[in-house]
T-cell receptor, first 112, second 116 residues
Framework: SQQGEEDPQALSIQEGENATMNCSYKTSINNLQWYRQNSGRGLVHLILIRSNEREKHSGRLRVTLDTSKKSSSLLITASRAADTASYFCATDAFGNTGKLIFGQGTTLQVKP | NAGVMQNPRHLVRRRGQEARLRCSPMKGHSHVYWYRQLPEEGLKFMVYLQKENIIDESGMPKERFSAEFPKEGPSILRIQQVVRGDSAAYFC??????????????FGAGSRLTVL
């Protein structure tokens, strides 16, 4: 069964605006991670939030985690054209094994 | 530090042929993972290996697919008698040994397999 469900599937905004992406999952997790993928490239790790954390910041990124609702959100503030990419949440439900369950991703387009 | 190296980047095979995908993990990493990404989808876990050991292959199809990570050399994902449904991007990732607390994966750029 699909662990990570993301919405929206696609998001188009103007440079300078904020982008919010949401992720829902089904089982208990150890941690949740967000990755970015530029077209035709591999994934790049952005940020990790543990199950006992509620919010985390890294530069222009803010991640929240609500384990009671089994959901997470990724906020990118003051977006730039270079932020255009697909963003995936991934849950680690198996005890830090590296066996991550990925969502289908949100495709973000930031227009200059 | 060259990161995770995968080759070939693009591979075209006809139905029934074999595909071999190679992955050299990041220097200092001894855990290797293979994921598959179908068009417009997220990544799906296939297999987790350490040197000379398959730790978890629960995501591997039972037939035609195999993976190894020998003592010397890269990890190999082998697909025998390929079919059109095998067309996908195959990503390798690695992580350090004994990474306690959480596993953050470093991904390669992927190998894109097209089956004609």
């Amino acid at each position: 069964s699909q662990q990570g469900e993301e919405d929206p599937q696609a998001l188009s905004i103007q440079e300078g605006e904020n982008a919010t992406m949401n992720c829902s999952y089904k089982t208990s997790i150890n941690n949740l991670q967000w990755y970015r993928q530029n077209s035709g490239r591999g994934l790049v790790h952005l940020i990790l939030i543990r199950s006992n954390e509620r919010e985390k910041h890294s530069g222009r990124l803010r991640v929240t985690l609500d384990t009671s609702k089994k959901s997470s959100s990724l906020l990118i503030t003051a977006s730039r054209a270079a932020d255009t990419a697909s963003y995936f949440c991934a849950t680690d439900a198996f005890g830090n094994t590296g066996k991550l369950i990925f969502g289908q991703g949100t495709t973000l387009q930031v227009k200059p | 530090n060259a990161g995770v190296m995968q080759n070939p980047r693009h591979l075209v095979r006809r139905r029934g042929q074999e595909a071999r995908l190679r992955c050299s993990p990041m220097k200092g990493h001894s855990h290797v993972y293979w994921y598959r990404q179908l068009p417009e989808e997220g990544l799906k876990f296939m297999v987790y290996l350490q040197k000379e050991n398959i730790i978890d292959e629960s995501g591997m199809p039972k037939e035609r697919f195999s993976a190894e990570f020998p003592k010397e050399g890269p990890s190999i994902l082998r697909i025998q008698q390929v079919v059109r449904g095998d067309s996908a991007a195959y990503f390798c990732a690695s992580s350090p040994q004994g990474s306690s607390g959480a596993n953050v994966l470093t991904f390669g750029a992927g190998s894109r397999l097209t089956v004609l």
